[in-house]
């Protein structure tokens, strides 16, 4: 699920969450956040700056051994740096505020303390807020004002719009289960649903008329019948933050901001004020899409119109290619009969040509072909003379090769023969006087 809001979280730690709406798997969990404000003396010397790293760093070390789900810096200024830290219970929580509350931090190269100061209760709204801000519109008892001019309608911010929607509202926030999912605090009244996306008239385009993008998020108003049931509600939503159950036990959470309505959004002079601009919305918009579909049949006619002119033209188009086409086959009619009586003439007058010279070209050609025929019977003695002339080289050559061969064969028998004298005499014990001189392969014979 994609939500600017909306984190995973991988257990519901040690807080037990309470049911919210449980045919849709919501719960409420406390939101364990803090405020953390780090007083920043005032720098005497120029050029030392504060690193925001190294403060977090500091305060990540003084927490040990609990841990920050998530530390960031929210607001920082010359006097002092505001960060926020989550956890993943309000023991937690609770045990960090102890431990930071009070204490100093000393920064490397800095010689002023830095006092540290934890805030646990957040932006939510008090009892006395509210009793305050109706008072001063003259209402100082919950029966002495009207529904929605009086505290009994809370303002939820952040709302996932998936998670309040039915199968039968597109995919968009349904009344009936807002109203069932805050009804455990108290008997509900009405219901109010706003989407901060700004309305803006439905976009035309060629293709018709679409409906804007809706946000992902948007707030809801409940006004409760009693007084008691609306401080039930605004003390129970106090720092909570809203948990579903996805499909594998996988948890989505999503941070919603609670206050009570300081508008009159559920007072009945909103309601009919809403009413009307709803009506001079849809009157626009009834007028847009008037606008529209004339725009629309206008477009159509100037379309057939132009269809129609295309088809006029398209027809000139195609009778004047078959104009053309028609001339252009009379002139190639009449040019073929043309080239046909020049073939004509051609044909008879290289016939005679021919005859003539048919006549004198026998005999030449009778002559060449006895010169040819000489020619030919000459290259070919000499063929022949050239070829008894090589058969008799290699013949040659073939001769002396086979008389070398034997004279290398008698030298070697030669050899043979003495060495097996000189061995026979070694043998027997006589001595040689002389020695034999036996030629080698290399000696010519």
């Not at 809706?214 to 049931?229: C, N, P, T, V, W």
């Not at 007058?349 to 002559?367: F, H």
């Not at 002396?400 to 023969?417: G, S």
Request: with cysteine; aromatic share 6%; net charge positive.
């Amino acid at each position: 699920l994609r939500l600017r809001t909306v984190k995973y979280c991988s257990a519901m730690a040690d807080d037990v969450p309470l049911v919210l709406y449980h045919p849709a798997g919501l719960f409420l969990k406390a939101d364990a956040k803090i405020t953390i404000l780090v007083k920043i003396p005032e720098i005497k010397v120029f050029g030392v700056t504060i690193s925001n790293w190294e403060v977090m760093e500091k305060l990540k070390g003084l927490s040990k051994p609990e841990e920050f789900l998530n530390l960031r810096v929210v607001n920082y200024s010359r006097e002092r740096i505001v960060f926020e830290g989550e956890f993943e219970s309000l023991r937690a929580m609770r045990k960090v505020a102890l431990l930071l509350n009070g204490k100093v931090i000393k920064l490397s190269g800095f010689s002023d303390l830095l006092k540290v100061r934890v805030k646990q209760d957040g932006d939510s709204p008090v009892k006395q807020e509210w009793e305050d801000h109706f008072a001063d519109r003259g209402v100082d008892a919950f029966d002495e004002g009207k529904p929605g001019e009086r505290p009994d309608t809370i303002r939820i911010q952040g709302l996932p719009v998936k998670w309040f929607a039915s199968k039968t509202s597109n995919e968009q926030p349904c009344p009936r289960v807002l109203t069932q999912a805050f009804q455990k605090f108290g008997r509900v009244r009405q219901v109010g649903i706003y989407d901060p996306t700004p309305c803006q008239p439905k976009s035309f385009s060629a293709f018709g008329p679409g409906a804007n993008a809706r946000s992902l998020h948007f707030e809801g108003y409940i006004q409760y019948e009693k007084y008691s049931a609306f401080c039930n509600a605004m003390s129970s939503l106090k720092g909570m933050k809203i948990i579903r159950l996805e499909d594998g036990g996988k948890e989505v959470v999503a941070k919603i901001t609670v206050d009570f309505d300081r508008t009159g959004f559920l007072s009945e002079r909103s309601i009919r004020k809403r009413r009307h601009a709803e009506e001079r919305r849809r009157q626009e918009q009834e007028e847009l899409e008037r606008r529209w579909e004339a725009e629309q049949r206008d477009e159509e006619l100037k379309r057939q119109e132009t269809l129609k002119a295309r088809e006029e033209l398209k027809a000139q188009k195609k009778a004047r290619k078959l104009e053309e086409r028609r001339k252009r086959k009379e002139q190639q009619a009449v040019f073929a009969a043309r080239l046909k009586a020049i073939a004509v003439r051609r044909r008879e007058e290289a016939q005679r040509l021919l005859s003539v010279l048919l006549a004198g070209a026998a005999e030449a050609r009778y002559q060449q072909e006895e010169q040819e025929r000489r020619e030919a019977l000459a290259l070919q003695q000499r063929e022949e003379e050239e070829q008894r002339r090589r058969e008799k080289l290699e013949a040659e050559a073939g001769l002396r090769d086979k008389l070398l061969k034997n004279v290398q064969e008698l030298e070697r028998r030669k050899t043979e023969v003495q060495r097996e004298l000189l061995l026979r005499s070694l043998s027997s014990g006589t001595q040689l006087r002389s020695a034999v001189v036996v030629p080698t392969d290399k000696e010519e014979p």
